[in-house]
């Protein structure tokens, strides 16, 4: 063994005992640290011949990186959808370095970390009021949980077809039709060979919406009958957080055949509100459901889950199977999650998510969605007193989209988001609704208080003050 390896592996509780203080430190003074960073480190090219230690790449980190990372995970850093990590899931991730476990079968196979997996996804689809009839895993963020469902729907397409697409390859005429998709929902349709451009837009719900308009869906069904559709819908559009009708959607779905998949990244956890629940009703009829964690369910990086129908099984596991291991039997028993989604060698992401649920339970999810929709609510209302600032978009969930009032050019908006941002308090991400230059609030943090939402509002005045009237 490296002698420097066998060192460390004796001084372990100690360097354990620095990345703890460390980490309480930063912990301690994240609502203080700044949101935004614009010096660049130099970056080296050259690996030195021997190494330096736990300790000295600890003090290269300190020296070099540390003062630049910002408090993405604190309380104001309100851009894109960003969530923080609570005490639980930290926990939960620390130990799933530590265990370094690789879930794969439930047993028999070594590993058994797959049933931590397995547990972590029945309790989400209780917390969702999901029924027990989805079949879910863990991947790195919303784009693979999308990618996984679509990559299902696109082997339900091919069977409508007569071609097995994961042996045969992608088929000619296939169709997609959405209203407001996800980027990343574009992104894994081009991952997937279905191709960008086969994307039909439906028209959105007349007024301040960007639903789908559900007539307008049906029309399209009644006019290609013949032609096997993937519907991608909405649970929380990026920027109005708007929901498509999905007990209107379950309707259609029995009278037409086509793959329902739903993009719920974070607007999912309105199942978890009992004054927002209504937005998801239906949503259970779906084939499958994307689901982010490491947004609203504040665990940290890489980890998000889906949901496919368990009826789907085998087309999933025709999608997905491991060309080394051929699958045999049915696809729920023998199991392993290798035939089931795309890596084949994943970290147990689910234990950081299955401490969450253990550690919070129901009342303590709830209650930080609840929260974060009061401080979105709170923050629109104070938009909408305002004499600069008007919302765009009425506040349905957690994120407020809004603007300047009476903004003359529409530089303006890009001026004062960015004199914003710099001040290092607080972080929006800018944004572009029915044409109209905005900026977006998103609250997904757990340490999120109305203080910092009254913080905010004062400092908006201040800038916008300085801006438009110079003091
Ligand atoms: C964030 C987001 C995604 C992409 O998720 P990643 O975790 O960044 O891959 C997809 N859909 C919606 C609605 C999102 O908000």
């Not at 439930?106 to 996804?121: C, K, P, Y």
């Not at 789908?212 to 096997?228: C, F, G, M």
């Not at 007193?385 to 809004?402: K, Y």
Request: hydrophobic letters at 40%.
């Amino acid at each position: 063994m490296n002698a420097l390896l066998k060192k460390e592996s004796e001084e372990v509780s100690s360097l354990f005992e620095l990345i703890s203080t460390q980490s309480t430190a930063y912990l301690s003074e994240l609502h203080e640290r700044q949101t935004t960073q614009s010096q660049v480190p130099l970056l080296r090219t050259k690996l030195d011949q021997s190494g330096v230690g736990t300790l000295g790449a600890l003090t290269q980190f300190n020296e070099r990186f540390e003062s630049l990372m910002v408090g993405s995970s604190g309380p104001r850093y309100w851009g894109f959808v960003t969530g923080g990590t609570t005490p639980a899931a930290i926990a939960g991730d620390w130990l799933s370095t530590v265990y370094d476990q690789n879930p794969q079968g439930l047993q028999g196979q070594g590993d058994v970390s797959a049933n931590v997996e397995i547990e972590a996804v029945q309790l989400l689809l209780d917390l969702f009021h999901l029924p027990p009839d989805f079949f879910g895993g863990f991947v790195t963020g919303a784009t693979m949980s999308n990618f996984t469902c679509l990559a299902v729907a696109r082997q339900w397409v091919g069977k409508q077809l007569g071609i097995d697409i994961a042996k045969q390859g992608v088929a000619k005429g296939i169709k997609v039709v959405t209203a407001t998709p996800h980027s990343s929902s574009i992104k894994s349709l081009a991952l997937l060979g279905i191709g960008s451009s086969n994307v039909v837009k439906i028209n959105i719900e007349v007024g301040n919406r960007e639903a789908i308009d559900v007539v307008a869906l049906e029309h399209y069904l009644q006019k290609n009958p013949t032609e096997p559709v993937i519907l991608i819908s909405s649970a929380g559009t990026v920027n109005t957080v708007d929901f498509d009708d999905f007990k209107a959607i379950a309707k259609l779905k029995e009278k037409y055949s086509f793959w329902w998949h739903i993009d719920a990244a974070f607007g999912g956890f309105a199942a978890c509100s009992s004054h927002h629940q209504h937005l998801v009703e239906g949503w259970e009829h779906a084939d499958s459901i994307t689901i982010d964690c490491h947004k609203w369910f504040n665990v940290p990086y890489e980890s998000a889950v889906f949901f496919v129908k368990q009826k789907h099984s085998l087309l999933q596991v025709e999608t997905f199977q491991n060309s080394n291991a051929p699958y045999l039997g049915n696809p729920l028993e023998n199991f392993n999650y290798l035939n089931f989604l795309p890596e084949n060698s994943r970290r147990l992401k689910a234990l950081s998510v299955w401490f969450s649920l253990i550690a919070y339970g129901q009342e303590g999810i709830r209650s930080i969605v609840d929260d974060n929709i009061n401080h979105a609510v709170q923050f629109g209302k104070g938009i909408e007193r305002s004499l600069d600032f008007e919302l765009l978009a009425p506040v349905r969930l957690n994120t407020v989209c809004f603007t300047l009032r009476k903004e003359t050019n529409p530089d303006e908006v890009t001026v004062f988001l960015k004199t914003l941002n710099a001040t290092g308090k607080v972080f929006m991400t800018p944004t572009l609704y029915k044409d109209r230059k905005g900026i977006r609030a998103a609250f997904v943090n757990w340490r999120t208080t109305t203080d910092d939402v009254n913080l905010v509002l004062g400092l908006m005045n201040e800038v916008i003050n300085q801006l438009r009237n110079g003091h």
